[in-house]
């Protein structure tokens, strides 16, 4: 069974930085493109950002452009979400996403990993 | 951006029931639609895609219908495991959108 499991989560200060890993395992990870989508505090899933799976192709949402940057390390099977500048609306989950193919830039994702909490204080 | 929009926003059942919910987006995906299921605390998992396809391991009484704008999910004898949230999400183009998401209870 895939496995997507995201850790470096936490609590930072406004303007801070944080980097997110997503380890990932039980599938050919340099095959697949990856995403990563976030979930505020009881609200909705909100896409974040895009990765193809040999990481030539990135993209973002408007409110995370300029501020986050994703990659990829395949030799690891690791993808990872660099946050800086951040905001207290960046206070959410984040998930990270497999799609079902290598340039499947808007999904569908078909497995997701448990989530880490970013908290961003005032 | 497309825009997601499902309704209603919750709805109250009971075991047993047949439960419909819809999403429309602002302008046609085609097929490109799916559907996810949340439960509290975890990550999403994948229903439906394409509109109807079933992904592996999801039981049956769960499928997926419509095109174009209009799209529905259904759930043929709502069990205990079911109540949870529900969205859409469209995969016609970047960048992938959502529905506000549906969560169903227990009447």
């Known amino acids: 069974q895939v496995q997507l499991v995201e850790s470096g989560g936490g609590v930072v200060q406004r303007g801070g930085s944080l980097r997110l890993s997503c380890a990932a395992s039980?599938?050919?990870?340099?095959?697949?493109?990856m995403h990563w989508v976030r979930q505020a505090p009881g609200k909705g899933l909100e896409w974040v950002a895009f990765?193809?799976?040999?990481?030539?192709?990135?993209s973002y949402a408007d409110s995370v452009k300029g501020r986050f940057t994703i990659s990829r390390d395949n030799s690891k099977n690791t993808l990872y979400l660099q946050m800086s500048s951040l905001r207290a609306e960046d206070t959410a989950v984040y998930y990270c996403a497999k799609t079902r193919a290598t340039i499947a830039a808007a999904g569908p994702f078909d497995y997701w990993g448990q989530g880490t909490l970013t908290t961003v204080s005032s | 951006d497309i825009q997601m929009t499902q309704s209603p926003s919750s709805l109250s059942a009971s075991l047993g029931d047949r439960v419909t919910i819809t999403c429309r987006a602002s302008q046609s995906i085609s097929s490109y639609l799916n559907w996810y299921q949340q439960k509290p605390g975890k990550g999403p998992k994948l229903l439906i895609y394409?509109?109807?396809s079933l992904q592996s391991g999801v039981p049956s009484r769960f499928s997926g219908s419509g095109s174009g704008t209009d799209f529905t999910l259904t759930i043929r004898s709502l069990q205990p495991e079911d109540f949870a949230t529900y969205y859409c999400q469209q995969s016609y183009s970047a960048p992938p959108t959502f529905g506000g998401g549906t969560k169903v209870e227990i009447k």
């Open positions: 990765i193809r799976d040999d990481g030539t192709t990135k």
């Open positions: 394409a509109a109807y």
């Open positions: 039980r599938f050919s990870f340099s095959n697949y493109a």
